[in-house]
């Protein structure tokens, strides 16, 4: 059965102190990764796609990377404002396209 | 509009009281998805349009749901006989027909089945 599983479910950090958000997936054949960031109230926010073992994509404080089993999303330095969940979602191949399937997020604050 | 517009934003309703939710998508955008988002959970989906054809529809969790798409831009989701259950967040999204650079999510409409 394809799962996506993300870890932590939630995570603290103090503003400069770096980390990493995990998510694994189990699938029959990956399309593509994809990164999402939600704050509270609103849709997920597109961040990157990742379509092979090996990338990396990055975007401000935020870098993703991909193996053929796990995606993390590094945080340098997070800022206040870095606080929201992050959503991981993949294609499969041989699913209606762009339809995605979603782990269930990590929840992250960050504070002064 | 430069984003995916849905209405209403907050919906209360009684248990067994029809509901219609809409989604106003990116202009041009041809591909239009639905996703439900219940507490706790990850994004679940719904129903995939292309066009005004849904090619996918196969998340719909019961014959009480239904959606349509008008003139390849509007869509309506229909909740029939609403249940507690589907009390949760609906979003909707809508991208290019590639969707290879994810898709654009309106802000959702919150459903409260009372």
């Known amino acids: 059965e394809d799962q996506v599983t993300q870890s932590p479910e939630a995570l603290r950090l103090q503003e400069g102190e770096s980390s990493s958000l995990n998510c694994s997936y189990t699938?029959?054949?990956?399309?593509?990764l994809f990164w999402y960031r939600q704050d509270p109230g609103k849709g997920p926010e597109f961040l990157f796609t990742l379509y092979s073992a090996g990338e990396e994509k990055e975007k401000e404080r935020l870098k993703a990377t991909l193996t053929k089993k796990e995606s993390f999303l590094h945080i340098t330095a997070p800022k206040p404002e870095d606080s929201a969940t992050y959503l991981c979602a993949v294609q499969i191949r041989g699913s209606t396209l762009g339809r995605l399937y979603f782990g269930r997020g990590t929840q992250l604050t960050v504070w002064p | 509009g430069a984003g995916v517009s849905q209405s209403p934003s907050n919906k209360v309703t009684e248990k067994g009281k029809d509901v219609e939710l809409r989604c106003d998508p990116i202009?041009?955008?041809?591909?239009l998805y639905w996703y439900r988002q219940s507490l706790g959970q990850g994004l679940e989906f719904l129903i995939y349009?292309?066009?005004?054809?849904?090619?996918?529809k196969s998340g719909l969790p019961s014959d009480r749901f239904s959606a349509e798409r008008t003139g390849g831009s509007v869509s309506t989701l229909t909740i029939q006989r609403t249940q507690q259950e589907d009390s949760a967040v609906y979003l909707c999204?809508?991208?290019?027909?590639?969707?290879?650079?994810?898709?654009?999510f309106g802000s959702g409409t919150r459903l409260t089945v009372v």
């Open positions: 202009s041009g955008h041809t591909a």
């Open positions: 699938v029959s054949g990956l399309r593509g």
């Open positions: 349009f292309q066009g005004n054809s849904a090619p996918d």
């Open positions: 999204a809508s991208s290019t027909d590639t969707a290879n650079y994810g898709y654009t």
